[in-house]
Nanobody, 116 residues
Framework: EVQLVESGGGLVQPGGSLRLSCAAF????????MGWFRQAPGKEREFVGG????????YYADSVKGRFDISRDNAKNMVYLQMNSLKSEDTAVYYC?????????WGQGTQVNVSS
């Protein structure tokens, strides 16, 4: 069974940093590209960034480019989202995402609140 479990969310002040983690289970993680999405209150879920199966290619939404960094550890079946220079508009529930055998899987999400 495919499972994605996010962690690391919390409350952070504007300008601060936070690192989210996503643990993956039940599929060949090292062969799968992974993504991060977020959903703010009253808004649709939006793409944040993604990483190729090897980790050699990363891509980001314009809104987070230069501030967020995605990495992965295929030995641990983990993907990470390092968030720096956080802004109030980054407040959202953050989800990791995987496409496995033409199906899309989501974790339960982790809440990030950016507030002073």
């Amino acid at each position: 069974e495919v499972q994605l479990v996010e962690s690391g969310g919390g409350l952070v002040q504007p300008g601060g940093s936070l690192r989210l983690s996503c643990a993956a289970f039940g599929f060949t993680f090292s062969s799968s590209a992974m993504g991060w999405f977020r959903q703010a209150p009253g808004k649709e879920r939006e793409f944040v960034g993604g990483i190729s199966w090897s980790g050699s290619i990363t891509y980001y939404a314009d809104s987070v480019k230069g501030r967020f960094d995605i990495s992965r550890d295929n030995a641990k079946n983990m993907v990470y989202l390092q968030m720096n220079s956080l802004k109030s508009e980054d407040t959202a529930v953050y989800y990791c995402n995987a496409e496995v055998s033409y199906r899309t899987y989501w974790g339960q999400g982790t809440q990030v609140n950016v507030s002073s």
